[in-house]
């Protein structure tokens, strides 16, 4: 069974560009979260979706990002006009239900902004 | 709002030597608590949790954490450490909110395991 896929792993992009990360839940689960890590920060919250619906975005920018977990396909956390603050590590983590709290985490996909 | 306090950023420690990292939370309702921990380069793994029952729970490298609800803490423990517990080690607290269910993390304690 595989785990939690992120893709890209590693992303570099131009200020003012646009970064498109996805995120692939693992089989049977229908909860994704996005995370993002600063140093010496920890992780804080993004976005909780389910499938076709955003349950929870009181972490996200107001401006510049979205996120998605479309019926079919993987998730997607999109960032549009990069800016040299959007440089961060972006983890993706889903979970079957949430009664036993348990996420399972990806790689993540490190975001470089030039 | 429920939150996590992780007090120290940084913890040396020589091999075979004990270690405690030190979690506090904050919140007014039940809780279950979890401590992740995370290899270079790589995502989050959970290491233990706590949702109800005994107050202390292990897992099966040797850690082990103690609920303690009269000082909020959840302080993870090792009597022993091997190099290979270098790693950074993440707090957190669910938080159940509005029809929201997600996890809040701390900030992390790194853990380094020197020779």
């Known amino acids: 069974n595989a785990g939690v896929m992120q893709n890209p792993r590693h992303l570099v992009r131009r200020r003012g560009q646009e970064a498109r990360l996805r995120c692939s839940p693992m089989?049977?689960?229908?909860?994704v979260y996005w995370y993002r890590q600063l140093p010496e920060e920890g992780l804080k919250f993004m976005v909780y979706?389910?499938?076709?619906?955003?349950?929870?975005e009181s972490g996200m920018p107001k401006e510049r990002f979205s996120a998605e977990f479309p019926k079919e396909g993987p998730s997607i956390l999109r960032i549009q006009q990069v800016v040299r603050g959007d440089s961060a590590a972006y983890f993706c983590?889903?979970?079957?239900?949430?009664?036993?709290?348990?996420?399972?985490f990806g790689e993540g996909s490190r975001l470089t902004v030039l | 709002a429920q939150s996590v306090t992780q007090l120290d950023s940084q913890v040396p420690v020589f091999e075979e030597a004990p270690v405690e990292l030190r979690c506090n939370y904050s919140?007014?309702?039940?809780?279950?608590l979890f401590w992740y921990v995370q290899y270079p380069n790589q995502g989050l793994q959970l290491l233990l949790k706590?949702?109800?029952?005994?107050?202390l729970v292990e897992s099966i490298n040797g850690f082990e954490a103690e609920f303690n609800k009269s000082q909020t803490s959840f302080h993870l423990r090792k009597p022993s450490v091997h190099i290979s517990d270098t790693a950074e080690y993440f707090c957190?607290?669910?938080?159940?909110?509005?029809?929201?269910?997600?996890?809040?993390f701390g900030k992390g304690t790194k853990l380094t395991v020197n020779p």
């Open positions: 979706l389910q499938k076709e619906n955003i349950i929870d």
């Open positions: 706590y949702l109800s029952g005994s107050t």
């Open positions: 957190a607290v669910s938080v159940t909110q509005g029809g929201s269910e997600k996890l809040v």
């Open positions: 983590a889903s979970s079957p239900w949430l009664s036993t709290g348990e996420l399972f």
């Open positions: 089989k049977g689960h229908s909860h």
């Open positions: 919140s007014s309702v039940s809780v279950y």
